[in-house]
């Protein structure tokens, strides 16, 4: 089973960029899909992209970051990256990383989470 940890996130003005990463430990990660979500305080946490194992030939994103956000995977590094451009203050949120032999487009599908990162963008 693996271990994820994120990394990247932070301070961003509106309009600026970031790219997070989903760092794993263990063994057959290329086996796993790994879905982004965010969470924002008092809202539920909500499916951001996800990419599937082990070539990540299918990637999704939610309507919300479609054309600004990119998931990729490197097995090799055995990383996801999420590159986030043109941030608003409402993607604003802890994103967390999340791993499952399944595609998980919803919280409660996907088994393996890491502990978070924080998102801020200021207006």
């Known amino acids: 089973q693996v271990q994820l940890v994120e990394s990247g996130g932070g301070l961003v003005q509106a309009g600026g960029s970031l790219r997070l990463s989903c760092a794993a430990s263990?063994?057959?990660?290329?086996?796993?899909?790994i879905s982004w979500f965010r969470q924002a305080p008092g809202k539920e946490r909500e499916f951001v992209s996800g990419?599937?194992?082990?070539?990540?030939?299918?990637?999704r994103h939610a309507d919300s970051v479609k054309g600004r956000f990119t998931i990729s995977r490197d097995n090799a590094k055995n990383t996801v990256y999420l590159q986030m451009n043109s941030l608003k203050p409402e993607d604003t949120a802890v994103y967390y990383c999340?791993?499952?032999?399944?595609?998980?487009?919803?919280?409660?599908?996907?088994?393996?989470w890491g502990q978070g990162t924080q998102v801020t963008v200021s207006s």
């Open positions: 990419i599937s194992g082990p070539s990540g030939s299918f990637t």
């Open positions: 263990g063994s057959a990660f290329s086996s796993y899909a």
């Open positions: 999340a791993a499952d032999l399944r595609f998980a487009t919803i919280a409660t599908m996907a088994r393996i």
